[in-house]
């Protein structure tokens, strides 16, 4: 699937031609060894709705961008290191068919491809690529993930307190640590989680209290062996954070929130699950 294509011409030209639709805002993709084995339009479940993505799958690395001109200009690049990633094939809902999750140690997120088809092609070289590099890395499959976010109109009340109700001064918030859309008042705690932020993130009082008492227990341990381990701070956000009209913090904005109007259309006005319409090619 792999070997052939590698140090090949048009494998180049291809690479190339990703790096070109991304232009400066990408990073470089031309490494020694790589291939791009397939690439094409998912559906990405962001907070607010479902968005056109463009999604290039490299034997070591999965890509991910925003559209502004179909095949010619991509932003928001995302690059996700195979050897962490963990799929699981969703059912359907009434929105969204062919789902599945894409799962990392920093971020959980749904997509949906067109048709089963193409979401069985999708995981399966998806899958083979990730053996492959836990092969050649010697490292163990990850098994700690991030919680996808819920999304915003998934429910009108929090979804802890169930009392407050949403509203246009009453903003949802997301916990960090188990994805669910709640209020300010049961988010007003933050914590240090190393492996998703180096700052401090928005927690909801279930989530606070129990990585609060996992710190408490290891730092007991820690104690006990005569160890001194790097603590793990408790952060608490000042007064002024919170309130019905409170602005959106830096934490809260994510990569779906700052996309332009025409990342979120469908290029060329096509609908996404018509029959015939091909969205996703493999090389071979």
Same mark, same amino acid.
């Given at each position: 699937?792999?070997?052939?294509?590698?140090?090949?011409?048009?494998?180049?030209?291809?690479?190339?031609?990703?790096?070109?639709?991304?232009?400066?805002?990408?990073? %470089?993709?031309?490494?020694?060894?790589?291939?791009?084995?397939?690439?094409?339009?998912?559906?990405?479940?962001?907070? @607010?709705?479902?968005?056109?993505?463009?999604?290039?799958?490299?034997?070591?690395?999965?890509?991910?961008?925003?559209?502004?001109?179909?095949?010619?200009?991509?932003?928001?690049?995302?690059?996700?290191?195979?050897?962490?990633?963990?799929?699981?094939?969703? %059912?359907?809902?009434?929105?969204? @068919?062919?789902?599945?999750?894409?799962?990392?140690?920093?971020?959980?997120?749904?997509?949906?491809?067109?048709?089963?088809?193409?979401?069985?092609?999708?995981?399966?070289?998806?899958?083979?690529?990730?053996?492959?590099?836990?092969?050649?890395?010697?490292?163990?499959?990850?098994?700690?993930?991030?919680?996808?976010?819920? %999304?915003? @109109?998934?429910?009108?009340?929090?979804?802890?307190?169930?009392?407050?109700?949403?509203?246009?001064?009453?903003?949802?918030?997301?916990?960090? @640590?188990?994805?669910?859309?709640?209020?300010?008042?049961?988010?007003?705690?933050?914590? &240090?989680?190393?492996? &998703?932020?180096?700052?401090?993130?928005?927690?909801?009082?279930?989530?606070?209290?129990?990585?609060?008492?996992?710190?408490?227990?290891?730092?007991? *341990?820690? *104690?006990?062996?005569?160890?001194?381990?790097?603590?793990?701070?408790?952060?608490? %956000?000042?007064?002024?954070?919170?309130?019905?009209?409170?602005? *959106?913090?830096?934490?809260?904005?994510?990569?779906?929130?700052?996309?332009?109007?025409?990342?979120?259309?469908?290029?060329?006005?096509?609908?996404?699950?018509?029959?015939?319409?091909?969205?996703?090619?493999?090389?071979?």
């Amino acid at each position: 699937m792999v070997d052939h294509l590698v140090n090949t011409e048009i494998n180049s030209q291809r690479i190339a031609a990703v790096e070109n639709c991304f232009g400066a805002s990408g990073q %470089p993709l031309a490494l020694p060894g790589r291939v791009l084995l397939g690439e094409g339009i998912l559906t990405k479940e962001c907070r @607010k709705k479902a968005k056109p993505r463009i999604f290039f799958l490299f034997n070591d690395i999965l890509v991910y961008g925003s559209i502004v001109i179909n095949k010619r200009k991509y932003s928001s690049q995302h690059i996700i290191p195979l050897e962490e990633v963990t799929l699981e094939t969703l %059912p359907n809902t009434w929105q969204a @068919k062919n789902r599945w999750m894409i799962k990392t140690s920093k971020k959980s997120f749904v997509v949906s491809a067109a048709s089963v088809s193409e979401r069985e092609e999708w995981i399966r070289h998806i899958e083979e690529c990730v053996r492959r590099q836990l092969r050649a890395t010697g490292r163990p499959p990850t098994t700690e993930h991030a919680a996808p976010w819920i %999304p915003d @109109k998934a429910t009108d009340i929090c979804m802890r307190c169930t009392q407050t109700k949403f509203s246009a001064l009453t903003r949802r918030h997301h916990c960090r @640590k188990c994805g669910f859309v709640v209020c300010g008042d049961c988010s007003r705690e933050r914590f &240090l989680m190393p492996r &998703l932020s180096s700052k401090p993130l928005r927690v909801c009082a279930l989530c606070y209290r129990e990585l609060a008492a996992e710190k408490r227990k290891e730092e007991g *341990e820690a *104690e006990e062996d005569g160890q001194r381990r790097p603590p793990r701070g408790l952060a608490h %956000p000042p007064a002024t954070t919170y309130g019905a009209s409170s602005g *959106e913090d830096e934490s809260d904005k994510s990569d779906e929130d700052k996309d332009g109007g025409s990342a979120g259309s469908w290029p060329m006005g096509l609908e996404f699950y018509a029959s015939g319409v091909k969205w996703s090619s493999f090389h071979s």
